[in-house]
């Protein structure tokens, strides 16, 4: 079914008004099924690794655009109502907005409870670093560079590709993103294993990482904070070869240009520091406020990106 107007507005309004609630069959938690099933069983099948982790990106990615289609395809040919409600859920499960600001709003509330090791719980639920020993600097850090990194994979990048492609192609990016969260590491198990998801998953952020500066600029300047220094200090300080992870590395930078804090640092994976470059100027502590705060410029990008979303539907030709 083709995307329209109407069918990216319901989706995203589901977004903002349910969130990821844990009743529903979400996509993503089968997608982490498979992908603990196929590892198990492809380790044992085949002794290449790289090939292996290959196997499973095509098999999961594929499944996951193949089976949306046919979900749509065969409810539209049921009922032209049950069709459009099809689609609308498996793209409102592609979006991310307001489970994103719920999780990170745990945070801060801890925080300011004060209770810091539950704020420590709290952020292990969003972020892959050691939170064991952070300090409250440390938590707020965290929680605003996942703000950040999730504004990027929850919300611009699924609507890039619902866009280009209609919602089959966001539950296969979706797919993607989900086996580079789960085996796409550096550690020891992974490295070869998951090369072929976290190489899949940096070329297809590649683009809306790149369309994130401006759509963080614009909002930050919507929201009263600086969009200047998001964009300068995007390109300056999360572009290229000054960061390993530039997908990652640019909606974050954006967000310290426009918070006028200062992120980065040593982060420690099963107790090993990693350091990771500075980004954005410390102008401001990073206290509990800086999190709503992280919040509000996530709403205000994800309304700017859906927004642009919309226009380009309209450009297309998209139809209500």
Request: aromatic letters at 8%; proline letters at 7%.
């Amino acid at each position: 079914m083709m995307l329209t107007w109407s069918l990216l507005a319901a989706a995203y309004a589901a977004d903002l008004a349910f969130g990821d609630p844990h009743w529903l069959p979400h996509p993503v938690r089968l997608m982490g099924v498979g992908i603990h099933a196929g590892e198990w069983l492809l380790r044992r099948l085949l002794p290449w690794e790289r090939v292996a982790g290959a196997v499973l990106v095509v098999v999961i990615v594929g499944a996951g655009y193949g089976l949306s289609a046919w979900v749509a395809h065969a409810a539209a040919r049921l009922s032209p109502v049950l069709g459009v409600a099809a689609t609308t859920v498996l793209l409102y499960t592609c979006l991310s907005t307001r489970a994103l600001a719920v999780e990170a709003r745990a945070v801060w509330q801890a925080l300011m409870a004060p209770d810091l090791p539950r704020a420590r719980t709290q952020v292990a639920r969003i972020v892959g670093r050691d939170t064991q020993l952070l300090d409250e600097p440390e938590v707020v850090r965290a929680t605003v560079e996942t703000i950040a990194e999730s504004t990027l994979d929850g919300i611009l990048s699924p609507l890039c590709y619902a866009v280009v492609g209609g919602v089959p192609l966001a539950v296969a990016y979706k797919a993607v993103n989900t086996l580079d969260s789960m085996i796409g590491h550096r550690s020891a198990r992974y490295r070869r294993f998951g090369w072929a998801a976290a190489t899949v998953d940096t070329w297809a952020n590649w683009l809306p990482a790149r369309l994130a500066p401006a759509i963080v600029a614009v909002a930050a300047r919507w929201r009263g904070v600086d969009g200047v220094a998001a964009w300068r200090c995007a390109w300056r300080d999360g572009a290229g070869p000054r960061h390993p992870v530039p997908n990652a590395g640019m909606p974050e930078a954006a967000f310290a240009g426009a918070l006028g804090v200062q992120l980065g640092g040593i982060n420690r994976y099963q107790g090993q520091p990693v350091p990771m470059p500075l980004m954005g100027a410390p102008r401001r502590p990073l206290t509990p406020a800086r999190i709503p705060e992280a919040i509000r410029l996530m709403y205000a990008s994800s309304w700017t990106a859906f927004g642009l979303a919309m226009a380009a539907l309209a450009i297309r030709g998209g139809g209500w």
